[in-house]
């Protein structure tokens, strides 16, 4: 069985950037921390999305996320822009 990872994930629409990406590890109290701060942060800034994902890596995050990942977004766009 694999050990569930903590990756906090910033993410700005209107710069279309990530802004922060932070890998916790298994620590769920740092990490729900971390979360809670940004998500104080960023209150009155709806283009900012704060995520807390739990994953076996970020290679797997990168993929059921990949909206926040400068390539996924570049493919989401391309794919749309193509009519496909």
């Given at each position: 069985?694999?050990?569930?990872?903590?990756?906090?994930?910033?993410?700005?629409h209107a710069?279309?950037?990530?802004?922060?990406?932070?890998?916790?590890?298994?620590?769920?109290?740092?990490?729900?921390?971390?979360?809670?701060?940004?998500?104080?942060?960023?209150?009155?800034?709806?283009?900012?999305?704060?995520?807390?994902?739990?994953?076996?890596?970020?290679?797997?995050?990168?993929?059921?996320?990949?909206?926040?990942?400068?390539?996924?977004?570049?493919?989401?766009?391309?794919?749309?822009?193509?009519?496909?």
């Amino acid at each position: 069985m694999s050990t569930i990872k903590n990756f906090l994930l910033v993410f700005d629409h209107a710069k279309n950037e990530l802004l922060e990406q932070v890998d916790f590890g298994t620590d769920i109290d740092r990490a729900t921390q971390a979360y809670a701060q940004m998500e104080e942060q960023y209150l009155d800034n709806h283009r900012v999305d704060i995520v807390l994902v739990g994953s076996d890596s970020l290679e797997t995050v990168k993929v059921t996320h990949s909206t926040y990942f400068v390539d996924g977004a570049r493919s989401l766009i391309d794919l749309a822009l193509s009519g496909s």
